[in-house]
């Protein structure tokens, strides 16, 4: 009789199904019920006093402008309520994720064991223990995830990542009401059949996807591209054993490497496709162009680069959603999220050497859950051209 394999996914008691079913409810009512309510306010009472004091229109471009709306807002209640529950909002839900790995974390790491120690397992893990893991993310609780991504109590720690995946299912596009991919597809999915449709002649031997975190999108690479060998880095270790385990259990064939985005350990043109979901808003200003031209770099003549991430950029989005933003800098972990949003992803890529005629940044949107990507990237001649 065969055993069936032991399962990744979390379990629930009804009354934790329904705590979590509360908590997402309540990042509705911060996102969809009070922000909106205070954004109407913004419009009618903020923006009209502002521009009488400043004498012209405000501009969605200024930062000055930007730190004016944000000082008004703080003299709403109705934004303090609206930082408050979002505040609150996120501390309940890892509060919620504590008390669930307490008890279901041991069946977790007994079942990435199973995967990861399997004698005949198609995937690969490197780890790097001397790899200086960069500051943004060994001392930073990103999305104020408790220990964050790099956290780890012993060598087969996957509590970091385990953690992350099941926050994920409480998180951002939860509470904005956006439907997740449907059951067997992922971020990967839209970003590999972007590419296909876009560079039909592209027949990739290696991908590289950068800053993996925990794998979920990265099995869609050895579905869209089968004939591909497929690597993804990432720098925190507790990720990458949950990402193995995971791309292990979906019979994936995967080489996980411990690697830092900004200093790859591939040769010049190793790699037919670059790619990477939301990474670029995880780094520092020093990191992003960093990692953009090491992309280019390990990239093959012929080949693709893409990168998708958050579509937050001032003028993609208005004065209100950028102050709101702001909030969650110091409040919410997502410390580099305005610096993201203020940099010139094209200017970047131009320093980092790639012509300008090869490159796009571009908003895109994903029908099937809605939402937009902000998406740049190049597509890399066989024969280099000059920079202009």
Not at 73 to 89: D, F, P
Not at 121 to 139: E, F, Q, R, V
Not at 233 to 248: T, V
């Amino acid at each position: 009789m065969t055993v069936p394999a032991p399962d990744l996914n979390f379990r629930m008691t009804h009354d934790e199904r329904a705590r979590s079913a509360f908590i997402v409810g309540l990042k509705k009512k911060a996102n969809l019920s009070i922000a909106v309510e205070l954004e109407s306010r913004f419009h009618k009472k903020i923006v009209p006093a502002l521009q009488q004091k400043l004498g012209r229109p405000l501009d969605d471009t200024s930062r000055e402008d930007r730190k004016a709306v944000i000082e008004a807002l703080k003299n709403e209640q109705l934004y303090r309520l609206w930082a408050y529950v979002t505040y609150l909002s996120q501390g309940v839900k890892w509060e919620l994720v504590e008390e669930i790995f307490a008890k279901d974390l041991p069946r977790l790491q007994a079942a990435a064991d199973h995967f990861l120690s399997a004698p005949d397992k198609k995937c690969t893990l490197t780890l790097n223990p001397d790899l200086k893991i960069p500051a943004n993310i060994a001392k930073v609780e990103i999305h104020r995830q408790p220990g964050g991504f790099s956290r780890e109590t012993h060598a087969r720690d996957i509590a970091a990542g385990a953690k992350y995946n099941f926050g994920a299912t409480m998180g951002p596009s939860a509470g904005q009401g956006r439907a997740g991919f449907k059951p067997g597809r992922s971020a990967g999915d839209f970003v590999a059949e972007t590419i296909k449709a876009r560079y039909p002649a592209l027949k990739p031997k290696r991908i590289l996807e950068v800053g993996c975190g925990t794998g979920r999108n990265t099995p869609s690479y050895t579905r869209q591209f089968p004939e591909a060998e497929v690597v993804a880095i990432d720098c925190a270790p507790g990720l990458l054993r949950w990402a193995c385990a995971f791309a292990e259990s979906q019979g994936a064939a995967i080489h996980f490497k411990q690697m830092d985005a900004t200093d790859l350990e591939f040769a010049d043109g190793h790699f037919d496709m670059v790619v990477s979901h939301i990474l670029g808003h995880e780094m520092t200003t020093q990191g992003l162009p960093k990692m953009i031209a090491e992309s280019w770099r390990v990239l093959a003549p012929g080949g693709v680069m893409f990168h998708a991430d958050v579509a937050i950029q001032p003028g993609h989005i208005n004065l209100f959603d950028q102050a709101l933003n702001q909030w969650q800098v110091r409040h919410n972990g997502e410390p580099f999220w305005m610096g993201w949003a203020d940099a010139d992803v094209g200017g970047l890529m131009k320093k980092a050497g790639i012509p300008a005629a090869d490159m796009f940044t571009e908003y895109m949107s994903s029908t099937e859950r809605g939402g937009e990507w902000f998406c740049y990237g190049a597509h890399k001649a066989q024969k280099q051209r000059v920079v202009p």
